[in-house]
């Protein structure tokens, strides 16, 4: 049975900012915040803390994330486009063909 915790973006984002300024090492700060070891390692790679005009951060894609998102995102319309080729190229081959 899979029992995978839920962090809030809240909890995530402090952690983050505790990593940067506490001066504690990331393995000291998973104990004490209780959270499985490497995960803060895992979000420090995928997120980054942008600070709004409100004064606010607000916890977003890291670059490299947003990248591999793109990315991802790029290779599914490239299917598409690929599927949509093929269809084109069928229709050809029996519209160009005269009538017998």
Do not use: C
Request: glycine share 8%; proline share 4%; hydrophobic share 30%.
């Amino acid at each position: 049975m899979n029992h995978r915790k839920g962090y809030t973006q809240e909890f995530k984002k402090e952690a983050l900012r505790l990593a940067e300024t506490s001066g504690k090492s990331i393995s000291a700060l998973e104990r004490d915040l209780g959270i499985t070891p490497g995960l803060l390692h895992k979000w420090r790679q995928r997120y980054q803390i942008r600070e709004g005009q409100d004064g606010q951060g607000r916890l977003e894609p890291s670059e490299m994330e947003a990248a591999q998102a793109e990315i991802r995102r790029l290779r599914r319309e490239l299917e598409v486009t690929r599927q949509e080729r093929e269809i084109l190229k069928a229709a050809v081959a029996i519209f160009s063909h005269p009538p017998e």
